[in-house]
């Protein structure tokens, strides 16, 4: 049954709707077709209805069915859009803007469904990155617990019918499995696991711990390389999607700052910001910032020449492409390592356990002799 999502009243409220969120394939497919219905020469509102009334899914379908009645009733396209942040931030509304006020929304638009498509893309490699090890990680724990909750189990009544003493490993494995299975302790564990969980939840809120936590995600080995190609190819892109249409670069640096929840990535563009504010160039102002170690000499000096000539936008797609290209490579370096890094953590702990099992087993036909 499907759930009925009401959108606030106009007059009722003018207030952001922070609380809805559509799907990123969702967005993506509302922005090609509202560029290719505007680049056709059809009136904003009217493509909007008529997306509306094509959408299947109710909630994408009466956000933009709302947006429409906005701009029907004076609203500007970007002040409609903006009323949802969760699902057009502050870059897709920016650049509304810009359009609005160059009257070339159609082109616009077919930008920022490129934009969307690479981060779309960008997104699933990482993620794609992550599947495996967890995958591997579940598989682990799965044949771990068969083999403590089954077989073992049925090797210990074997060998206690028989008054037969285990061996050391085996009686290790045997008393671990014991405790496994005894309520009292597993309560006191689970309720110890919670309480350190939500002790966790809200220092990870906190300042410090943000720091600590950011800290081993950019300097963890192969992951932490993953994780800054993935932010800079983000941040490359949106500046050079943003000032290539007449976006102003501060604008652009305020979303490179929401676009990323690094505390480390953060503080750097933030730096950024203040410094050209105060006159410096951008790539001054990233070289003085803190933490600029975690951009490249390179690309701070591709973007020095980019200012010299002009062409920072255009500079700045071609390190997108850079990084993008070294995050691939990234990727593929981490889920060459992780393969036989899982094999031998699978096979150490199962191993283990199966040697556990078979030490008493070469004893067996003495034990059921006796």
């Not at 020469?41 to 994408?60: C, F, H, P, W, Y």
């Not at 057009?88 to 509304?93: H, I, T």
């Not at 920016?94 to 469904?113: R, T, Y």
């Not at 490179?256 to 105060?278: E, G, H, P, V």
Request: charge should be positive; charged fraction near 15%; aromatic fraction near 8%.
């Amino acid at each position: 049954m499907q759930t009925l999502v009401q959108i606030p009243d106009r007059k009722a409220t003018e207030q952001p709707v922070s609380n809805l969120r559509i799907k990123s394939a969702e967005l993506i497919l509302f922005t090609t077709q509202l560029s290719v219905m505007l680049e056709a020469g059809v009136v904003l509102s009217d493509a909007l209805e008529a997306i509306a009334q094509q959408t299947r899914t109710g909630i994408t379908r009466l956000i933009v069915q709302d947006i429409a009645d906005r701009i029907k009733g004076g609203d500007s396209f970007s002040a409609a859009l903006a009323r949802y942040p969760r699902i057009f931030n502050s870059m897709f509304v920016s650049m509304v803007k810009a359009s609005e006020a160059s009257g070339n929304m159609a082109h616009m638009l077919q930008i920022l469904s490129g934009y969307l498509n690479a981060d779309a893309d960008t997104c699933k490699q990482v993620k794609g990155a992550m599947i495996y090890p967890f995958v591997m990680l579940m598989m682990a724990v799965a044949a771990t617990g068969s083999l403590m909750f089954f077989v073992l189990p049925r090797f210990t009544k074997i060998y206690e019918s028989r008054g037969a003493a285990l061996p050391g490993l085996t009686q290790v494995l045997v008393g671990f499995s014991s405790l496994l299975g005894n309520m009292q302790f597993m309560t006191v564990v689970v309720t110890t696991a919670i309480t350190l969980g939500f002790a966790f939840y809200f220092w990870k809120q906190t300042v410090g711990g943000r720091k600590v936590l950011d800290w081993m995600i950019v300097r963890t080995p192969i992951f932490g390389t993953m994780f800054i190609d993935a932010v800079l190819t983000r941040a490359m892109r949106i500046m050079a999607t943003m000032v290539n249409t007449g976006v102003s670069l501060l604008d652009a640096l305020d979303v490179m700052k929401t676009s990323c929840d690094n505390y480390y990535f953060q503080s750097l563009w933030a730096a950024a910001d203040n410094k050209i504010r105060d006159g410096y160039q951008l790539s001054d102002s990233i070289l003085l910032a803190p933490h600029s170690d975690l951009v490249a000499p390179g690309i701070i000096q591709m973007l020095r020449a980019g200012e010299k000539s002009g062409q920072i936008g255009q500079v700045a797609d071609k390190v997108s492409t850079f990084y993008e290209k070294k995050l691939a490579n990234s990727i593929r370096t981490a889920t060459s390592l992780i393969e036989p890094l899982m094999v031998m953590i699978m096979g150490g702990i199962i191993g283990t356990i199966a040697i556990a099992l078979l030490l008493p087993v070469f004893r067996i036909s003495t034990i059921i002799a006796q």
